[in-house]
């Protein structure tokens, strides 16, 4: 059974930094890419960055781009997300998810096999 849990999220004032992870379990030898979805209070969710399994192609959401780094350790079945200079806005829930092309990546419907939350807090 496939599996991903995102872990990492906090509290943090604006301007910090977190890094979430997402591990991911129940592959036999597939290939995926992992997308990065958050949802605000109120607002529609939203992809924001997703990365290739071989990381060579990665994409990002304008408002995180610059901010935010996807990368992933293979060997260890995780992905990250580090998270810099963090805004009130960035404040939401963040999920991980499998989807079967980076180019997807804004497409929240096309997304599977979704992990719990985990919930970053921005404070000013």
């Known amino acids: 059974e496939v599996q991903l849990q995102a872990s990492g999220g906090g509290l943090v004032q604006a301007g910090g930094s977190l890094r979430l992870s997402c591990a991911a379990s129940?592959?036999?030898?597939?290939?995926?890419?992992i997308g990065w979805i958050r949802q605000a209070p109120g607002k529609e969710r939203e992809g924001i960055a997703c990365a290739s399994f071989s990381g060579s192609s990665t994409w990002y959401a304008d408002s995180v781009k610059g901010r935010f780094t996807i990368s992933s350790d293979n060997a260890k079945n995780t992905v990250y997300l580090q998270m810099n200079n963090l805004k009130p806005e960035d404040t939401a829930l963040y999920y991980c998810?499998?989807?079967?092309?980076?180019?997807?990546?804004?497409?929240?419907?096309?997304?599977?096999?979704w992990g719990q939350g985990t919930l970053v807090t921005v404070s000013s």
């Open positions: 998810a499998v989807l079967q092309d980076v180019s997807w990546c804004p497409e929240v419907t096309w997304y599977e096999y």
């Open positions: 129940g592959f036999s030898g597939r290939d995926y890419d």
